[in-house]
């Protein structure tokens, strides 16, 4: 079935630094999503990427789509204290029934110090 | 003006008990989701529903079985429960397709 990496597991920086997170899916997706939750709280949409290629901007947060449609990243500039929380990026496949299907990396904890 | 809403947000129960958990959603979403989160954070489907039609199920215990009286409302209800059940379940929503995920609170289950 597909399968979702995400790396790193945990990344704790200074406040200031910058901070990026890597997903690789197992096959072609259709879509990423990126979701925040933060310590204690539920996931939250941030974004999604449809397009081979694709670059989003949300402020300090850019995020990359691959080209083959199977990688992703996210980056942070200049971390802040509220960007504390666990980043995860979620896959969804082909179509059919599995395109409902939303497939999450493991997530990478950030913790800022400040 | 939750947009999803479980209840309970905590449950915690014995060994053996049935309990149920229930979900609401107002965003006129027509597909809802249950997903389990353990103590690792990892995130994983369980069920999902379309219009009130099953069309993701997992590789779950049917311990676990999931109700949709109508596309607003997903319920699960656990029977027998194990020590092993215990996470956060967090019941979500969206539009069919390619549309991101609304997810509710969560309720935070510890079986003793």
């Known amino acids: 079935g597909q399968q979702v990496m995400q790396i790193p597991q945990y990344q704790h920086v200074q406040e200031g630094e910058d901070f990026t997170t890597y997903c690789n899916s197992s096959t072609t997706l259709s879509n990423i999503q990126w979701y925040k939750q933060r310590p204690g709280g539920h996931p939250v949409f941030l974004i999604q990427l449809v397009k081979s290629g694709e670059v989003k901007k949300q402020k300090r947060l850019t995020f990359q789509f691959g080209e083959a449609k199977k990688n992703s990243s996210l980056h942070i500039t200049a971390t802040q204290t509220t960007d504390v929380g666990t980043y995860f990026c979620?896959?969804?496949?082909?179509?059919?029934?599995?395109?409902?299907?939303?497939?999450f990396g493991k997530g990478t904890l950030l913790t800022v110090n400040p | 003006d939750t947009a999803v809403s479980q209840t309970p947000k905590y449950l915690v129960t014995q060994m053996g008990n049935d309990k149920s958990i229930k979900c609401e959603q107002n965003l006129g979403h027509d597909t809802m989701y249950w997903y389990k989160q353990d103590s690792k954070k990892f995130l994983k489907i369980m069920f999902s529903y379309n219009n009130k039609e099953l069309i993701i199920n997992e590789t779950v215990p049917n311990r676990f079985s999931p109700k949709s009286p109508d596309k607003a409302h997903l319920n699960l209800h656990i029977n027998s429960l194990e020590l092993g059940d215990s996470a956060v379940y967090f019941c979500a929503s969206s539009h069919a397709g390619n549309y991101g995920y609304t997810f509710g609170s969560g309720t935070r289950l510890t079986v003793v």
């Open positions: 979620a896959g969804q496949g082909g179509r059919g029934g599995s395109n409902y299907k939303l497939t």
